[in-house]
Nanobody
């Protein structure tokens, strides 16, 4: 069974940090680009970051550039999203997805999705 499982979400104060993990089972992440998306209540799902399968190149949305870092550990079949300097507007359910997108933030170009993990930034 092909599955992606996110973990690491939680409640954090503004300015704090969290590290999200996206672990794959049933398939190897090496061959896929991995994207992180988020969806806040009443809003559309938006692309946050992506890491390619080939050369490890990365993409970040302007809203998180300089604060978030995506990385992959192929030996652990896991991709991470390190989130620093968190803001209340980062509050959302975060999803990871695997695929071969031409557009790293196009949700329709990803094949596999996790169930999401809640991130809440609040004092």
């Amino acid at each position: 069974q092909l599955q992606l499982v996110e973990s690491g979400g939680g409640l954090v104060q503004p300015g704090g940090s969290l590290r999200l993990s996206c672990a794959a089972s049933g398939f190897t992440l090496d061959y896929y680009a991995i994207g992180w998306f988020r969806q806040a209540p009443g809003k559309e799902r938006e692309g946050v970051s992506c890491i390619s399968s080939s050369d490890g190149s990365t993409y970040y949305a302007d809203s998180v550039k300089g604060r978030f870092t995506i990385s992959r550990d192929n030996a652990k079949n896991t991709v991470y999203l390190q989130m620093n300097s968190l803001k209340p507007e980062d509050t959302a359910v975060y999803y990871c997805a695997a695929g071969a997108p031409r557009d790293p933030i196009n949700v329709y170009e990803y094949d596999y999705w996790g169930q999401g993990t809640q991130v809440t930034v609040s004092s």
